[in-house]
């Protein structure tokens, strides 16, 4: 079971069992549709939690954009959980600056709790069955998450 902690794994576990079931979350993207995990069950999941503010962040759209758009055909779904106080207004202009292929969607206090996110970005590798793969704090460049997802895919 997840307990909120981050857990920090350097490579995928193949153990079912040591990999808990991400939290459910049910956030609105950047243009008000909300968006469930479940609607993704089945997809590889990067689910990244950012802002627009935070440099390492902005660091990491362009490799998660070249990722969405090279394996999005073989179940891959970035999900960039922006944690924006100002909310859409400034987050649905960067999206479109910086080109992100992949939805947007709003955090809340709920799942920065769920997830026990300290510091962003902090992003979740999501399997097909909907467990968490592997978790890391900070910024990590695209082949780092390119090995990681091959094996899911």
């Known amino acids: 079971m997840f307990s909120g902690a981050v857990l920090l794994a350097p490579n995928p576990s193949p153990a079912a069992e040591q990999n808990p079931a991400a939290p459910d979350w049910q956030l609105p993207d950047i243009d008000g549709k909300l968006v469930s995990l479940a609607d993704l069950k089945g997809k590889i999941l990067i689910l990244d939690f950012w802002a627009t503010w935070c440099p390492p962040c902005r660091q990491e759209i362009p490799g998660f954009v070249a990722l969405q758009r090279k394996y999005q055909d073989r179940?891959?779904?970035?999900?960039?959980?922006?944690?924006?106080?100002?909310?859409?207004?400034?987050?649905?202009?960067?999206?479109?600056?910086?080109?992100?292929?992949?939805?947007?969607?709003?955090?809340?206090?709920?799942?920065?709790?769920?997830?026990?996110?300290?510091?962003?970005?902090?992003?979740?590798?999501?399997?097909?069955?909907?467990?968490?793969?592997?978790?890391?704090?900070g910024f990590a460049d695209s082949a780092t998450f390119e090995s990681e997802i091959l094996p899911l895919l």
Do not use: C, R, W
Not at 101 to 127: R, W
Not at 129 to 134: A, E, F, P
């Open 75 to 137: 179940g891959l779904v970035v999900i960039g959980v922006s944690l924006d106080k100002q909310g859409p207004s400034v987050v649905k202009p960067f999206a479109l600056q910086f080109a992100m292929n992949y939805p947007v969607l709003m955090g809340n206090k709920k799942i920065i709790t769920d997830y026990g996110i300290e510091v962003i970005p902090t992003t979740f590798i999501i399997d097909q069955q909907g467990n968490i793969v592997t978790v890391h704090e």
